[in-house]
Nanobody, 121 residues
Framework: QVQLVESGGGLVQPGGSLRLSCVAS????????MGWYRQAPGKERELVAT???????NYADSVKGRFTISRDNAKNTVYLQMNNLKPEDTAIYYC???????????????WGQGTQVTVSS
């Protein structure tokens, strides 16, 4: 069984910064891609950024140059550093991991519970 626990959300003023963290708990042997998605009120969930086990990254155009995704494989943790935040970044941010090999087997994909990010003055 794998569980994802996110932290780091909150209220920030435009132009501010936040750092999100997501830890995959359990006895885990390997994780494939890790990523962040977000869902704003009335909108569909969208990809923000992903990072594969080798370190290659992919970003939505709307966050390029402002957000940085990274991971610590030893800690089964993925991070999202968000700088120069804008009101349109307001959303619930979800962590997702794929291709997880763990003690009790294999999980194709797992989602976190979400963390709220609000950008407002």
């Amino acid at each position: 069984q794998v569980q994802l626990v996110e932290s780091g959300g909150g209220l920030v003023q435009p132009g501010g910064s936040l750092r999100l963290s997501c830890v995959a708990s359990g006895i885990i042997f390997s994780i494939g891609a890790m990523g962040w998605y977000r869902q704003a009120p009335g909108k569909e969930r969208e990809l923000v950024a992903t990072i594969v086990s080798g370190g290659s990254t992919n970003y939505a155009d709307s966050v390029k140059g402002r957000f940085t995704i990274s991971r610590d494989n030893a800690k089964n943790t993925v991070y999202l550093q968000m700088n120069n935040l804008k009101p349109e970044d307001t959303a619930i941010y979800y962590c997702k991991t794929e291709a997880i090999r763990h003690l009790t087997g294999y999980t194709n994909a797992a989602w976190g519970q979400g963390t709220q990010v609000t950008v407002s003055s």
